[in-house]
Each structure stands twice: as structure tokens, then as C-alpha cells.
């Protein structure tokens, strides 16, 4: 038979078994809790900084595509005024060139020879209003008013200011035509020629 003080330390080593167990036990579960945490706010990180990089890629691309748009755009700003100031340039040696063969006896054969075509072309919608043909051209041409009404009939021969370098228009009222035979419209109508040809497109 057990004394009390065996029954007493038997006792006491069953407490303690327990107490670890139970020690054991509440760790186990402890550690257990820990991971799922732990894997928890892993998974919520890796989330987070998946969605934070997804978005600053974004960020990043949306700003570099307007950069590029920007410099893409501010480029062709430069090319388009480059192409003008070259266009330009073209068009005022032209408008030189025109001005010296204004000056020469071949111009005063143009003249002749637009009056001529201003005639033909009005003269088909009808001869009996011929007469009431304006025919334009510029200041430093008047000169020229006794050959152009030779070279088209009975017409009235008028200056107009608009016509900077040369050539004539008639222009018949009575029968609703216009004949531009004027060399600023033949300069004029050479830009479209020139814009297509030149090699000078921006795209």
C-alpha cells in the first residue's frame, strides 16, 4: 500500500505530465495558428505588391506613350514648319524669276497670247456679249492695254491691284465667266503640284 507521500509525488508527476501536454498541445495549436497567419499575410502581400507593380507599370506606360506623343508631335511641328519656310523659299525664287521675265519682250507675246485664249473661251458662250468683256490686270501692265485690246476685241482693260505678278483675267458679267490667265494664279495652282511631288510629306 502507498503512503501519502507516494500518492502525493504520483499525483504531482500526473499534474505535470498533463501541464506539459496541455503546454504541448496549446504550442502546436499556437504554431499551427502562426502559419495560417503568416500565410495569410504573405498571400495578402504578394496580392498588394502584384496590384501595386500592375499599377505603376500602368503609371509608367500611360506616361511614357504621351512623352513619345508629345516629342512625336512637337517633331512634326518642326518638319511641317521646316517644309513651309522650304516651300516658301521655292516659291519666292519662282515669283523672282516671273518678275524678271515680266521684263522681257516674251511676256508682252503672253499677254498677247492670254488675251487671245480669254477671247476663244468667252467667245463660245456667245459673241454678242463680247464686248462686254472687263479684262484685269496689274498696275505696271497698263503699258500693255493697247496690245491686249488688239490681241481680244472690243473689251474694257481695268487695273486691279490684286494682280501682283502679272497676266491678265477677264471676266464677263453678262454671261457669268471668269478666264484667269494671271501668273499668280499659275504660281498658285504649282503648290498643290509642288506639295505632292516635292518629296517633302509629313506623315
Known sequence: ?????????????????????QHDKIMREIEAQDAVELEKAEREYRE?????????????????????????????????ARRNAIEDEVFAKAAGKLEEFTKTDAYKTYLRRAAIEARKVLIGCGEEHLSETIIYIRDRDKKCSPLIKTAFGDCTVKID?????????????????????????????????????AGLSIN
Open 1 to 21: 500500500m502507498l503512503t501519502q507521500e507516494e500518492k502525493l509525488s504520483k499525483f504531482m508527476i500526473a499534474i505535470n505530465e498533463y501541464a506539459r501536454e
Open 48 to 80: 498588394e505588391s502584384y496590384r501595386t507593380i500592375q499599377r505603376k507599370t500602368a503609371e509608367i506606360r500611360s506616361m511614357i506613350s504621351r512623352e513619345l506623343a508629345d516629342k512625336e508631335l512637337q517633331g512634326k511641328k518642326a518638319l511641317l
Open 161 to 197: 491691284q490684286t494682280i501682283t505678278l502679272g497676266g491678265l483675267r477677264a471676266e464677263n458679267a453678262a454671261i457669268g465667266r471668269v478666264v484667269n490667265v494671271t501668273l499668280d494664279m499659275a504660281l498658285e495652282q504649282q503648290r498643290d503640284w509642288f506639295a505632292a511631288n
